[in-house]
């Protein structure tokens, strides 16, 4: 419900800027031909700024309703049209702790955002909440010169048993960093391409099925 009343005030202001032009002019050629819904573009984020090690930890039990709206009103006012968010649950390597960390985060879709949209977007939810980085992963045709990275998704994954084999698992840890895993059990992997081997390794070596039909290609940025 709350996705439909975000998309018909973007799908408003959208109009409304090719009737009256105006700085965000640009935002409606960024859509998908044919389909405006379709998400062109994936943003990472949290609001959580504390070190979560705890798998119990209650925090990773919230549901990021207030933090979601919060991004898609930032993402509105830069003119791009949230379509969405996955509420996923993130592992995390860190080689200065030597440790796996917990994080709840989303996985927000996003269309009608270029390259220069998105990472505004991305610097300015970063900022507001305080974080480090953001990761966000726009899509592109797999022939596309700006292509440097690939998303994967593999069903019947838990947190647990991704943060376990990560943790075991030294060449994977140091490449791939860390994942998000769904509520319903789907692995989110975002990599480097030169990593595409590994990833495919390491997904065998959970007892995860590849699948090439979830397998997608772009430009990925940590926006920092």
């Known amino acids: ?32 031909v044919g389909n405006p819904l379709q998400p062109t573009a994936e943003l990472f984020a949290t609001d959580n700024t504390a070190t979560i090690t705890d798998p119990d930890d209650q925090r990773l039990r919230n549901g990021l309703a ?10 509105l006012g830069n003119v791009g049209l949230p379509v969405g968010s996955t509420l996923v649950s993130g592992v995390f390597w860190s080689d200065e702790r030597q440790q796996a960390t917990y994080e709840r985060s989303r996985e927000f879709h996003l269309a009608c955002v270029d390259a220069v949209d998105l990472h505004r ?4 939810v970063r ?23 690939f998303t994967v998704e593999v069903a019947g994954v838990d947190v647990r048993r991704f943060r376990d084999a990560l943790v075991a ?32 390794r390491f997904v ?21």
Do not use: K
């Open 66 to 75: 207030a933090f979601e709206l919060q991004v898609d009103g930032i993402a």
């Open 169 to 200: 698992d030294r060449e994977a840890r140091e490449h791939l960093v860390g994942g998000s895993v769904t509520e319903s059990g789907s692995l989110i992997l975002v990599a480097d391409l030169a990593d595409f081997t590994l990833t495919q």
């Open 121 to 124: 977007i991305g610097d300015q």
């Open 1 to 32: 419900m709350i996705v439909s009343r975000v998309i018909g005030v973007v799908v408003a202001l959208l109009v409304g800027t090719v009737l009256v032009g105006g700085p965000a002019e640009s935002a409606p050629n960024a859509c998908a």
């Open 127 to 149: 900022t507001r909440f305080g974080q480090e980085s953001v990761l966000t992963f726009r899509y592109l045709p797999n022939t596309a010169s700006e292509v440097d990275a």
């Open 204 to 224: 065998t070596s959970i007892g995860g099925t590849w699948n090439p039909d979830t397998v997608h290609y772009g430009d990925r940025e940590f926006v920092g």
